[in-house]
Structures are given as C-alpha cells and as structure tokens.
C-alpha cells in the first residue's frame, strides 16, 4: 500500500526544482551552453574555484582551465556537444582557482538538450587533488623503496643482488643474439691496510671515490656493481675481451693515479678479465674471479685476463 502522503508516481514526488536541488548539493555543478560559456554554476562550483556565481556566469568555461590545455579543452566541448556518443564524459582534468593554485578534479558530464532545443553541458565536479597528491607521494617512496632495493647504500652502484640479476640478463642476450660480452672482477688492493691505518671512514670514503672514478670512466652502456666490501664488478656488454682489457687497464692506470682522499692517498686494482664463451654466468664469474686472484698473485696492481 502506498503512504498516504506519497503520489503514486515517481516522476511527480520531488516538491522543488532541478535548480533547488543543484543549488543544494556538496558538489560542485555547473551548465554551459553550446558556445562553452558559464550558464548556472552551483554554490559548491564557486566556493571550489574561489569566484563568486556572478564572475562565472557569461565567462567562458576556459577561466578555469590552465593556458596550456585551453585549446584541448575548447574541442574536447566542441565535440562532445556536437557528438553522437552516450552523451556522458567522466574525465580526470588539472583545473586552476581564481587564486591560480592547480587542483586536480574528476569531471562528469553530461549532454542535455534545454527547453529551447539547443544543447548544453552539464557537469559535476569532484575534487581529488589530495588524492593526487598522496599517489604522487607514493609513487615517490615506491620508487625510493625500489632504487634502495636494487642499489649499494655507500657507492649508489647496482648492489651484488640487481648486479648478479643484470648479468643473467646481458648472458641471456648475448646468447640470442651471438653478441659479445666481457666482466671484469676487481678488487681494491691492500684496503684493509686502509682502514687499519687511516680508519674506516677514510676507507669508506676511498670506496665512494673509487666508484665514481669507475663510474666516470665507463662507457654509458657498461654496468658496475658492488658486489661486496671491495670488490666490484663491471658487465661489458657488446665488448670483446681485447677491447675490455683496453678499458678496463686504462681505469687500472686511472684509478692509480687520482688520489682518493683529501689526505691525496691512491690506491690499486687488481683486475680479472673474462670473455663470454656461451658458459653459466657462474662460471663466466669464476673465471674472472681466478683472474683476479692471479693478478693479486703475481703482485697486484694489474688486470689478467682468464686463461682460455
Ligand atoms: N671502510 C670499509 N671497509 C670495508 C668495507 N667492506 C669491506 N671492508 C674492508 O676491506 C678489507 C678487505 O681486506 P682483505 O680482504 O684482507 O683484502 P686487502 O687488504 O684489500 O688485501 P688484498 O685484497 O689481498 O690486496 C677489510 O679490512 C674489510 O674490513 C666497507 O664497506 N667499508
């Protein structure tokens, strides 16, 4: 049974007008006519972009739109009032205040046809800018997170973990496409004299001096690690063992002569050297390893390339 005070029509139970009812509503509504011109905007509308109802009705809707989207959003109106489509548009825009702070807005929209037969724009407007700005945040921290993951803390070289991972790669790529690939092991010389003498601040100091120095002297293709305490790994790829000995003697001869400290202390590398031979990428690092130790074995301060 119905309520005696309800009509049993739903279309005739709302005792105000579609205005009163727009004028009421928390979020911000506003109508343009076809031309993109301000018609009727709601107290939420204005109260949102910091004008008064009557700074906004007569103005273009492009007031509140920043420079550089003006023309996109002249046509995105021109379009969705001539169009064909459902009629609707739920979009998310960068919309700009009366004081000129940007604010990120949801609009929803709608094509209405007025009692006059000509078309309008009606839409209603959330704003989400906190929102934004929280994703930004943490987008922000993830991506944080994410180069903390992969990268050395001291050096902001790859760390053993992302450098071992970038290895398999570059092997699995030089497999497929029959190119070259060299690693170089390198180990600093003597550092534990380092520290002993001088302290470990000193020494950590060394080992941030001598990763930039590997880091400026690389190619930009060429991958350094920090695979642990002191020693790093350098990932060639695309060289052939001859060219990468090259290299890799010519930072030798770098490093050796560029004091480190603000005391101006150098210090050595020794350098194991292998060529990929369609092996394990353990075993191409095994084999540069045992280069290394022969460098160390046969004095230090050199770069051996692994036996074939
Ligand atoms: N300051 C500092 N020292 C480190 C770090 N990681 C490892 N070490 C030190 O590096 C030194 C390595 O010493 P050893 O393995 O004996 O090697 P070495 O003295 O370089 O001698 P060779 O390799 O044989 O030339 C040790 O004293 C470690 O404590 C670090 O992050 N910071």
């Known amino acids: 049974m119905n309520h005696p005070n309800r009509p049993a029509s739903p279309s005739a139970c709302l005792p105000f007008t579609t205005a009163d009812v727009l004028r009421a509503t928390p979020l911000g509504a506003c109508v343009t006519d076809a031309d993109g011109f301000f018609e ?32 996109t959003m002249r046509h995105l109106h021109d379009d969705f009032i001539a169009g064909d489509d459902r009629g609707e548009l739920h979009q998310e825009w960068e919309v700009r ?21 000509r078309p309008r724009k009606m839409t209603f407007i959330i704003d989400i800018s906190v929102r934004k700005r929280l994703e930004e945040r943490l987008r922000q921290a993830n991506e944080h997170l994410e180069h903390m993951a ?83 790994l350098l990932i060639m790829p695309g060289v052939t063992p001859a060219s990468a000995e090259q290299a890799v003697d010519r930072l030798r001869r770098l490093i050796a002569e560029t004091p480190v400290t603000p005391q101006r202390l150098t210090v050595t590398i020794s350098v194991g050297l292998a060529g990929f031979d369609g092996e394990t990428p353990e075993r191409l690092l095994e084999h540069a390893d045992r280069a290394m130790y022969r460098a160390k074995r046969d004095g230090r301060n050199r770069v051996v390339k692994a036996a074939d």
């Open 40 to 71: 009727f905007v709601n107290p939420a509308y204005c109260e949102f972009y910091g004008y008064t109802q009557e700074e906004l009705v007569g103005q273009h809707f492009t007031l509140v739109v920043p420079k550089a989207s003006h023309s």
């Open 97 to 117: 205040r009366k004081d000129g702070q940007l604010r990120t807005i949801i609009a929803e929209a709608t094509r209405m046809i007025g009692d006059d037969g």
């Open 150 to 232: 992969r990268h050395d803390p001291l050096t902001g070289l790859l760390n053993r973990r992302a450098g071992l991972a970038r290895l398999e790669e570059e092997v699995t790529r030089c497999r497929r496409y029959a190119s070259s690939l060299s690693v170089a092991m390198c180990d600093l010389d003597a550092f534990k004299a380092i520290n002993d003498t001088h302290g470990h601040a000193t020494g950590d100091a060394v080992l941030e001096a001598l990763s930039q120095l590997i880091r400026d002297d690389m190619r930009r293709t060429d991958i350094a690690v920090r695979l642990g305490g002191e020693e790093f």
